[in-house]
Each structure stands twice: as C-alpha cells, then as structure tokens.
C-alpha cells in the first residue's frame, strides 16, 4: 500500500503548514482563524494539514562527470 503523506509522521505540524494559517504582509507571522496571530514554526491543536502550503525538498545536485571518471 502505497504511504499517504497526510498520516505521515514526517510533516511537522507547523502553524506555517496548516490549512487555518494565514502569512502576514510582512512575513513575520501567521494569522490563524482558530488562534489569532502566531509564530511560523508553533503548533497546536487545531492543526490541519494543508498540502498546497508545503514546500518541497529541492533536488540533489547531479555533478558533471567526465569520461576519465569512468576509465579503469
């Protein structure tokens, strides 16, 4: 069976994340619907993940090889 990322343990239930949150204009904060006005990275209870707010990891730099690199 196939892992749903929505159960996984490996998103961190951030205030950045959730689908309630908000960012201010100035990017100091986020404007929670449930909590008021709350940190990026502070949780609590009302949190509901929000797949579209995720950033994703970037992709690894590939180096350029030669074909030296592959002579024995």
């Given amino acids: 069976m196939k892992k749903n990322i929505i159960?996984?343990?490996?998103?961190p239930q951030i205030?950045?994340?959730c689908s309630?949150?908000?960012?201010?204009?100035d990017g100091?904060?986020?404007l929670c619907k449930?909590?008021?006005i709350r940190k990026p990275d502070s949780t609590?209870?009302?949190f509901e993940y929000d797949p579209?707010?995720?950033v994703p990891r970037r992709d690894p730099v590939i180096p350029n090889f030669t074909a030296e690199d592959f002579a024995l």
């Fill in 20 to 25: 309630f949150g908000t960012e201010l204009a």
């Fill in 44 to 46: 609590c209870k009302k």
């Fill in 15 to 17: 205030c950045a994340i």
């Fill in 7 to 11: 159960d996984s343990k490996e998103v």
């Fill in 34 to 36: 449930k909590t008021g």
């Fill in 28 to 30: 100091s904060g986020i």
């Fill in 52 to 54: 579209l707010k995720r």
